[in-house]
């Protein structure tokens, strides 16, 4: 088995000319190649295969599970979260029965004020990272200072995460909200939400209030939520 593992995660969601985009999200991790068989195959499905895989995956990039067994058991359980779903498939035919899903939530970091967690998919007989696509911007203020009144914020391009801020997710909705703080006082911030569709994670809305001023008035706001492949966002 090769030292060397690459895994590709694969996010739909429409860019912000309305077109459906399929985006292919690579990553290359160091992993040797018993620990690899252990965490993806060996005990793929259970809660341990997903512990060790995560250890593995992140490496570097989050604290290590063993640090965070403990933390945010008060606010939606302790980690790692588990998650099972079913939803229906665009490509199902009249009389199948729903997909399922699995999903692990684990603690990757966190600051003053934000948490970053990251998401594994049980495949069954193996796991894989979660990835998210959301929108890049560019904000422009009236003078160099960043707190200074905020003329625009524009979309520039689109890519993908693998981690979520501060996020929430409903298996009922198969949403996941995610708000991510620039700073404490709540005034300037991101938020997206996606919800699980077709096998992953599709962005439905997004928006970003960039001015310090006190107030919660996002300059933009992205909505795909109810539309045919195709349209413009509202």
């Given at each position: 088995m090769k030292s060397l593992q690459f895994w590709l995660n694969y996010v739909d969601f429409r860019a912000f000319s309305g077109t459906w985009v399929r985006l292919s999200c690579a990553r290359a991790a160091v992993f040797s190649g018993v620990l690899f068989a252990s965490a993806a195959v060996a005990q793929a499905g259970t809660q341990a295969g997903a512990i060790a895989y995560f250890d593995a995956a992140f490496n570097g990039d989050c604290r290590p599970y063993a640090e965070t067994v403990g933390l945010l058991e008060d606010e939606g359980g302790p980690m790692p979260r588990r998650y099972e779903f079913t939803y229906e498939a665009s490509w199902a035919s009249a009389g199948d029965p729903p997909e399922q899903a699995v999903l692990f939530e684990f603690f990757c970091d966190a600051g003053a004020y934000n948490v970053r967690t990251v998401f594994l998919r049980d495949?069954?007989?193996?796991?894989?990272?979660?990835?998210?696509?959301?929108?890049?911007?560019?904000?422009?203020?009236?003078?160099?200072?960043?707190?200074?009144?905020?003329?625009?914020?524009?979309?520039?391009?689109?890519?993908?995460?693998?981690?979520?801020?501060?996020?929430?997710?409903?298996?009922?909705?198969?949403?996941?909200?995610?708000?991510?703080?620039?700073?404490?006082?709540?005034?300037?911030?991101?938020?997206?939400?996606?919800?699980?569709?077709?096998?992953?994670?599709?962005?439905?809305?997004?928006?970003?209030?960039?001015?310090?001023?006190?107030?919660?008035?996002?300059?933009?706001?992205?909505?795909?939520?109810?539309?045919?492949?195709?349209?413009?966002?509202?």
């Open positions: 495949r069954g007989d193996y796991f894989e990272p979660v990835s998210f696509a959301r929108p890049s911007v560019a904000v422009e203020n009236e003078t160099e200072d960043y707190d200074s009144p905020v003329r625009s914020v524009t979309v520039t391009g689109y890519g993908a995460s693998l981690s979520v801020t501060n996020g929430r997710f409903d298996p009922e909705t198969r949403r996941l909200t995610a708000h991510a703080y620039w700073r404490g006082l709540g005034d300037a911030y991101d938020e997206a939400v996606w919800i699980f569709r077709d096998d992953g994670f599709v962005l439905e809305r997004f928006e970003v209030d960039a001015d310090y001023d006190g107030e919660v008035d996002p300059q933009l706001r992205l909505d795909f939520s109810g539309q045919e492949p195709g349209a413009a966002p509202n």
